[in-house]
């Protein structure tokens, strides 16, 4: 099965893109824009959660979709070196699910008190006939700290592990797995519907010089690599990926495509010219990281033979 089966056409998603980036302006990083005001470079970043949420309404999990909401655009923006400051949110749901909103606020709070940050605003809207559960999207501001530096060959990239699907792939997640069934040693819902880990160390490893340039793994895969890269290509093998995963692939879903679609263990992956140390600090930090490849002249990007 492909994500297309599951109504995501990502070649058509790509072409939407390509259109919007017509309207852009700003100063331009791998993930965000941003403008100068005042001395200081200010950058704003849109991300939602996306169909994660119908099934956390399903196992009674909405604080999740509020955590993730901000997790997700937190760990966008760290890899253009900005730390995120503030932030808004948009929770839309149907008729009869008021209460789930209550719960995505708590769940918002929660992360921007662990991101110390503050949420200035959003807007809460019940939408008959529009919205058939719970969309849930937030926007952050965010100011520079850090400079991403570009990668040469021989770089190493390293991988700091996910929690889990993070936020992408669920269109496809809800065809092949049912939250009630058992999996990788537990419940599909405790296996799948952990929050997404929160990246934010990676700007204080980039402050100090480890990072030189920083992936999230997220929509589209390891595709997102070749951001970090900046036209250099890479060896990667990522060793054995998680049960999870493993499954995923058990399955039915072609290899080239899981790894299109999701983060196959690896969250964040991180490019560097001093790995031993990198590996540390990040452990040091809390995140489980290791060595997964290295950084070449030219070629394409290389994910356990999948070529990006």
Known sequence: ??????GVDLDKQRRLHQLA???????VGSYVRWLGLGGVEVALHVDGVGTKTIWLAEAGRLEVAGWDCLAVNINDVVCDGFRAVAAVDYVAVAPGMEEAASAVLRGLGEAAGRAGMVILGGETAILP??????????TVMAVREAAPRRPEPGDYVVGLESTGPHANGY????????LDEHICGGRAADVLLRPVALYD???????????KSAAHITGGGFAKLKRALHGLGAEVE??????????????????EEAYRVFNMGVG??????AP??????????????RVIGRVKEGGPVAVDGVVF
Request: net charge positive; charged share 30%; proline share 2%.
């Open 1 to 6: 099965m492909r994500y297309r089966d599951a």
């Open 21 to 27: 980036a017509g309207l852009l302006g700003g100063g």
């Open 129 to 138: 006939d529009l919205v058939k559960g719970v969309d849930v999207v937030c």
């Open 171 to 178: 269109s496809l997640l809800r065809r092949l797995f049912k």
């Open 201 to 211: 160390g990676v700007l204080t490893l980039m402050k100090e010089g480890l990072v």
């Open 238 to 255: 990522l060793g054995r990926v998680p049960c999870w995963a493993e499954e995923v692939l058990r399955r039915g879903v072609p290899r």
């Open 268 to 273: 964040m992956a991180l490019v560097t010219d």
């Open 276 to 289: 031993r140390d990198l590996v540390r600090r990040a452990e040091d930090l809390g995140y489980a990281a």
